[in-house]
């Protein structure tokens, strides 16, 4: 047992008891984590792993976080796989939202019209539940037509949103969608299906889904990329990790590929592989 104080965030108890979590649990979540998704959690985020992680140890009635973490560092075989799995889609952040930074859009249209008549290949390797893949193909549309000859390849480490993305259905009230794009791109659900829409077939043909962490040390990814969408996900990573990724992302990408970053996410020490092009949009050196 540990001899620091444990805590217990008053808001994560549940009905069926509540897990003594201390700094040595936080600490060792914490290494697991960075060992496996790349993943810096600060100490403010403590409440927030208690919150995710003691939902997975009751559902396997686990009586201790202690107990959780050396049975999933002790498991071996496919099971200890898919646990492994689970305690990395437990402590993701998926937020996402379509045409979320929508400036990055209109530069995206202008460059597959520059590129018109090439086969293009892009890849969304932050792709949550989906809005920002099939938000780049309905620029793709909009900008090319249906019978554009361009593959989104689509990537999370997160195997349950990956699981919403390819369903690509929503809240018919999703963030982020004008009048005119629920018109033209998705199906309205009726009956028991009304308060939905789901993407229409013609953007999924675009778009397909693949587990992918970044941190995999073998990249396969097929023919190099003519544009990255890489956002809002290397803010979680340090800036050794964030080099490490830029690295082997600049192996992947043709010369001149486009690369866009989230918002606050800022490449300038990696100028030297690339250069800044616009807000938070890199190219190829
Ligand atoms: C905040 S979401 C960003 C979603 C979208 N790119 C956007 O900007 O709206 C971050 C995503 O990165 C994924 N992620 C975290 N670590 C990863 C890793 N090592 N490899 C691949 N994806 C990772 C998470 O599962 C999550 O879906």
Known sequence: MSALPSIVPADSQGPEGEFSFGPADFERVRKLIHQRAGISLHAGKQA???????????????????????????????AANAEWQEFVNCL????????????????????LTARRGQNLRIWCNAASTGEEPYSLAMTVVEALGANASVTIFCSDIDTKVLATAEQGIYAADARGLSPERLR????????????????????????????????????????PFDIVFCRNVMIYFDAPTQRRVLERMHRAMKPRALLFAGHSENFSDSRDIFRLRGKTVYERV
Not at 92 to 111: C, I, K, Q, V, W
Not at 191 to 219: C, Y
Request: hydrophobic share 35%; no cysteine.
């Open 48 to 78: 927030m792993v208690y919150s995710r992680l003691s939902r997975r140890l009751r559902e396997l009635g686990h009586g201790s976080f202690g107990q959780y973490l050396q049975a999933l560092e002790g498991a071996s075989g496919a």
């Open 92 to 111: 993701t952040t998926n937020l996402t939202s379509f045409f979320r930074e929508d400036h990055h859009f209109g530069l995206l249209a202008n460059e």
């Open 184 to 223: 033209q791109h998705f199906l309205r659900g009726t009956a028991s299906n009304a308060g939905f829409i789901r993407i229409k077939p013609e953007l999924q043909r675009l778009v397909e889904f693949h587990t992918f962490n970044l941190m995999n040390d073998r990249w396969s990814l097929g023919e």
